[in-house]
């Protein structure tokens, strides 16, 4: 079974804190993912990455920036955290980005409360 | 880009009900999943089926691409079944907004 997991179930943070947010997938995924999911918007993508040390933009990058270093490992970065990024952060991974292997499989979730 | 409805957007069962939920792509796609949202938050794989109908003890899933939808159908429902229960597929992977079950003893 392919495993995501997620340094964190809940997190509280200050307003201005740096944060980091680690996610490990153990399938040799070539890509990865951060999702924030908020009532009401549905998850929505920040982040993508399709090989070590790349990146792309998804929709609401705003505010964020990642890190993969190691295929395994993908970070998201919270330069400076807000109260408008309080969110459930989602990782995922998937073996591929198009076609019939495109399939995501989830992380259990960072609730981040930022105060 | 593609936009994905799914109903209903809300249901409320007696344990032991059927149910079917619905998901529509506005343009065909070849990675169509079904996930399960629980209580805590995870998103749970259920079924990956671009197409065809497949089956999982009592839930299975239709999916008709030439027609752009997909189908849940969940059999003999229990508690544990409550949840939000989202479809996502697309170059982008986007998600449908989701249909919120909640199953009553």
């Known amino acids: 079974d392919v495993k995501v997991t997620q340094s964190s179930r809940y997190l509280v943070k200050r307003t201005g804190e740096k944060v980091f947010l680690e996610c490990v997938q153990d399938m040799d995924h070539e890509n990865m993912f951060w999702y924030r999911q908020d009532p009401g918007l549905g998850l929505r993508l920040i982040y993508f990455?399709?090989?070590?040390?790349?990146?792309e933009k998804g929709d609401i990058p705003e505010g964020y920036s990642v890190s993969r270093e190691k295929k395994e490992r993908f970070s998201l970065i919270l330069e400076s955290a807000s109260t408008n990024q309080t969110s459930m952060y989602l990782c995922a991974s998937s073996p591929a980005l198009s076609g019939s292997r495109y399939e995501q499989y989830f992380g259990p979730g960072t609730r981040l409360t930022v105060t | 880009g593609i936009q994905v409805e799914q109903s209903p957007p809300d249901l409320i069962l007696q344990e032991g009900a059927n149910s079917t939920l619905r998901c529509n792509f506005s343009?065909?796609?070849?990675?169509l999943q079904w996930f399960h949202q629980n209580p805590w938050g995870q998103l749970i794989n259920l079924f990956y089926?671009?197409?065809g109908t497949k089956q999982n003890g009592r839930l299975s899933a239709t999916t008709v691409a030439t027609e752009r939808y997909s189908l849940l159908y969940i059999s003999s429902s229990q508690t544990t079944d409550s949840g939000v229960y989202f479809c996502a597929g697309g170059q982008n992977f986007v998600f449908g907004p989701g249909t919120r079950l909640s199953v009553l003893p």
């Open positions: 343009d065909s796609v070849n990675n």
């Open positions: 089926i671009p197409s």
């Open positions: 990455s399709y090989d070590v040390k790349m990146k």
